[in-house]
């Protein structure tokens, strides 16, 4: 795809400043762009490169005052970040649609339907009884079980297994090697010390506009649903147990680990590596720090809790520099008793 710098400086509304007839093919980074690349720049301490960049055009600050001459076209714009990642996203949406159409060999089941403008890959395979929405792009090597539902404009990549009766919602995205719908870890102890199996005959649900990221596996219900509600971002390989109700607009980062029936309220910030125990409920606004192992319902919303067992944020900060201290402590307690 190429493009005027004109027609970039339209898309992200800002000014041109040098030779808008200029076109631009790819995008980079600042300090590696060859010609007829887009870069940006919005962190001061990369400017150097301003004024030798290679780069064909490049997306700088309404009020950045250049310091020697450069040769690339300018496009101004507000937040050179913000402008650059609103390409960064036109440009593999436009990737993703471009995709239609079904490659061979793939398989639909009896009595599945498939909306308008889809892409289905080669050796995808969607099982009998599926409603599929418009503009869904499916990859190749998916697996969709029996009676799954899939919203309009969900991108499913390559990989990806969806067990029977999940249902998606729209605008979701889903990248390779997720699993949703597998079963839960239900096991009844038996009187002879072995594990009796408990069917879980629940399933997942996605609400609309969530990512899920690779390699993440989200269980079914035992009974009822695993519900990811509306705007939430999951990491990748992130593991959510059955029964988990995860609110809107909450973001769990990778290797977080949430057990069976825990509730976790809306906007919440899970940071990587957390832990967190089942049969309890998490706060609107909560944030867990990473390595947090959360033992413990959150009752009030915006807290910040840290540490294993997890607690207040800034109480945790002060506990951990009393236990930095802990051997010079010991040895003072040892020449007072020596005094004693």
């Given at each position: ?16 400043e ?9 995008l ?5 762009a ?40 300018l496009?101004?714009?507000e ?20 995709k ?35 503009n ?14 899939i ?6 990549f390559?990989?990806v ?11 979701c ?50 009974m ?26 909450t ?39 990473a390595q ?5 319902s ?10 294993s ?32």
């Open positions: 795809m190429e493009f005027t710098v004109q027609q970039v400086a339209d898309l992200l509304q800002g000014k041109v040098g030779d808008n007839t200029i076109k631009v093919s790819t980079a980074k600042i300090e590696e060859k010609q007829g690349a887009l870069a940006f720049l919005s962190n001061t301490k990369y400017e150097p490169f301003l004024y030798n960049t290679q780069a064909s055009a490049v997306i700088v600050a309404h009020n950045l005052e250049l310091k020697q001459p450069v040769t690339a076209a496009i101004r714009v937040d050179p970040y913000t402008s650059f990642s609103t390409l960064l996203q036109y440009y593999q949406t436009a990737v993703i649609a471009s239609a159409g079904a490659e061979e060999p793939c398989f639909i089941g009896q009595g599945s339907v498939v909306g308008d403008n889809y892409y289905r890959g080669a050796f995808s395979y969607i099982g009998a009884n599926c409603k599929i929405g418009e869904v792009k499916i990859f190749p090597q998916v697996y969709i079980g029996d009676n799954v539902t919203g309009d404009n969900t991108t499913i390559a990989g297994k969806l067990y029977t009766n999940t249902v998606v919602g729209n605008n995205t889903i990248h390779s090697g997720a699993v949703l719908g597998s079963d839960g870890f239900g096991w009844a102890p038996q009187a002879d010390g072995t594990y009796k199996a408990v069917p879980q005959i629940g399933n997942v649900v996605l609400e609309d506009d969530i990512s899920i990221g690779a390699n993440t596996t989200i269980d079914c219900a035992t009822g649903s695993t519900i990811i509600r509306k705007g939430s971002k999951i990491d990748n390989l992130v593991q959510i147990a059955h029964n988990v109700e995860i609110g809107q607009h973001v769990v980062a990778s290797q977080t680990g949430i057990s069976g029936s825990t509730k976790i309220g809306n906007n919440c910030v899970i940071a990587g590596q957390v832990g967190i125990v089942g049969h309890i409920t998490i706060a609107d606004k909560t944030t867990i720090g947090s192992g959360v033992s413990k959150v009752k009030e919303s915006g807290n910040i809790i840290q540490g067992p997890a607690f207040d944020y800034k109480q945790n900060l002060r506990a951990m520099t009393v236990f930095r201290k802990l051997p010079e402590l010991q040895r003072e307690l040892e020449l007072l008793k020596e005094k004693v």
